[in-house]
């Protein structure tokens, strides 16, 4: 198909109008540049605030399905029973406090519910209040399985000091703010009080910095047998947590486990639609600027090449004369076309790359006093690859009509010198 | 008798642009055998390059039968024709339309570089004599735009023998020429076709060339003239 007669031909085309190929270069370099720069930021960014967000908390939530107490009177609307008159006075029912009973029977099947399931926590939550000496606080506590809990937000690595893993019916381990505010160490002997009074002693067993404001303020961990009989749970647990392998595939999962379970099953993005619509936009954003440069990149190409094409009408109608065929004269341009869009990538992915490098490189001062990589850059391999691709298809469009046009040129009309 | 290179059996032409019909040759009959030198001449519109471009296969009769080495060709697609222009055929254009980016050897090797590179290799050492021989031997390497028209032209010659064609086809080639560099090529076009035994058939309004050539094809409003209708050989010898 590429004969040498049809390469030496391009080539030699580009080689003699070096400005103009240069030219070409530079736009394809820069939309190559654009797609690699703009994905990766902007893919990071998303990333970072995605973990920020959902690293303490689990890709999924399974709770008990919510259930209103419904007053006889509000049978009717339901169409029930109509015909009864009811006198007294009209109270709104508090909702009924729900917990997963059978907890214990589920966990195996929402264990193996999905391949994408890399954890499954029990967990048990409420609210309770912090005693030592003269100071009381209100505390959130959590009583879970740590070696399940772990996976859900990393304690365990995260530990200034004692254990997470391992902690048995007595430990609470908890976030250094509050061990500070409370002047808390190791083996220290703290009081929790449950929501109906009850009484219990812990012993700190751990304290830790994970940096998620959530987990490290108002939040105690305690072992899930301690925390079913501070908040007088019996064997009951308030929830599982289920943390994935890919948090993005959560809707989908979430979606597939709704007919399974007869609880409410609920995925972060559904719990946090602002983050996700935010997201989404920023995603559409960039797309628009990679789609409009991509555009700009093949008017680049097409616009060099009708011009190459135009200025070249007499030779091309010689060549065709000699016997040169419309497929050959077309794939001539089609391949300059390809070939300018080549070379942009040759340029432009090292460009990006090299970028992206200098600002992976950039340290800063965070407000915490931690100093942090601003940027979060990881370069995929596919993403240049990606881009690359891209670019071609983008030289091979682009250059098609004006090549079509170059293969059709009239030889008689030139002989004629019309 | 040697068999002809091209053979004209009643052709004629007659160009369709929407509703409007421009007939411009009429049953025009005659052959070309190897290693003739043939001038066509006639008043300007009488179709004489609308004549060439249907021997040179560059386009399709609208009557008659076309046959070139005895194959008929009248009716082949556009792909078949061009593929028999490249292997057979050599064209002269009044401009030399050289590739610019290409050397002079580059060019006048470009019809054998569409038949691939180990042709284009085989043919270098004979188009380099013949560049020798037309006087370009210190040009091989150097780009057509540093030529003058003359020497252009002279590249141009060469370049339509690359193939080694049974006919060359030349269309007012020194058309564009002063007298003196017209001469020359002229000369050279004799010479070769009679050193190489390749037919030319060239388009002329010089005189002077046409008296010099084997034979003249004179036109006159898409007729030759002196021939009456259905006489086949009905071109009249120069001398
Ligand atoms: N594509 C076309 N459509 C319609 N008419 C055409 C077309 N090409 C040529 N003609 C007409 O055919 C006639 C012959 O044209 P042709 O170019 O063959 O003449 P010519 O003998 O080569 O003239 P000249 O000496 O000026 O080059 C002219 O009247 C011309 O207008
Ligand atoms: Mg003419």
Redesign the pocket.
Known sequence: MLSYFIRSVAFRHLRYSVSQSLLTIGVVAISVLLIIYLRTIIGGTQQRITQNTTGAIPHITVEPPERTPVGAWQLSSLGLDTDNLYVGEVVNLPKAREVIEDWRLWLPSLDAVDPEVATVSPIVTGQAFMNRGSRRQSVRVTGVIPERHNGIVEIEKNLDAGRFIGMVSGDVVLGQKLARDFGLKLRDKVRLVGPEGLTLNFSVAGIYTTGFGQVDDGQVFVTLRDGQSLLELGGSISSFGIKLTDLYDAENVARRMVPVFPFKVQSWVVQNPNLFRTLDAQGQTRDLILIMTTIASGFGIGSILVMVVTSKYREIGILKAMGATPGEIQSIFVLEGLLLAFIGCLVGVPLGVLLLKGLAAIRSVGPDGRVDAPFLIEIDPMLLLGASLVAMATGAVASWFPARKAGQVDP?QVI?GS | MAQPVVELDRVGKT?Y?GD?E?P?LFDISFSIVPGEFVAIV????????????LMGLLDRPTAGVIRVESQEVSQLDELSRAKARRDRLGFIFQFHYLLPEFTVLENALMPCRMRGREFEKSQEPRMRELLRAVGLEDKLKVRPPQLSGGQQQRAAVVRSLANEPAVVFA??PTGNLDSKSGRLVFDLMKRLSRESGTAFVM?T?DDNFALEADRVIR?RD?RLVGAPAGVPSGAIPSR
């Not at chain 2, 179709?47 to 060439?52: E, I, P, S």
């Open positions: 008689m004629r | 160009y642009n409007v421009t411009v006639g008043g300007s519109g009488s179709g004489k390059t609308t004549l060439l471009n269309d007012e388009v309004h036109i898409g």
